[in-house]
């Protein structure tokens, strides 16, 4: 079985910094592509960041480069998000996300999501 569970969000004031981990579980194939995504009130669920397990790329929003970093933890099965210089506008549901082929930036490559954890930043 499949699944995805995240930990690590929670309050922070801008210009800090957070960790988010995604534990996940199941058959590999279904890991090809992992993401964070996020979603605001009101807001369509986007790509964050993501990475392939071919060669190990990785791909970042805009709004990400240079203050985000994806990685991932291939023995202990551990996707990470380690987000520096937090601005109000990244408050949101964040969610680790995993698909065979691509999954990045939109959601229809997307076949697991996690249950999302919360990440507030304020001013």
């Known amino acids: 079985q499949v699944q995805l569970v995240e930990s690590g969000g929670g309050p922070v004031q801008a210009g800090g910094s957070l960790r988010l981990s995604c534990v996940f579980f199941?058959?590999?194939?279904?890991?090809?592509?992992m993401g964070w995504f996020r979603q605001a009130p009101g807001n369509e669920r986007w790509g964050v960041a993501a990475?392939?397990?071919?060669?190990?790329?990785?791909v970042y929003a805009d709004s990400a480069k240079g203050r985000f970093t994806i990685s991932k933890d291939n023995n202990k099965n551990i996707l990470y998000l380690g987000m520096d210089w937090l601005k109000t506008e990244d408050t949101a549901m964040y969610y680790c996300?995993?698909?065979?082929?691509?999954?990045?930036?939109?959601?229809?490559?997307?076949?697991?999501w996690g249950q999302g954890t919360q990440v507030t930043v304020s001013s």
């Open positions: 199941g058959y590999t194939y279904y890991y090809n592509c």
């Open positions: 990475i392939y397990t071919a060669g190990g790329r990785t």
């Open positions: 996300a995993a698909g065979p082929d691509d999954c990045y930036p939109g959601s229809l490559g997307v076949r697991y």
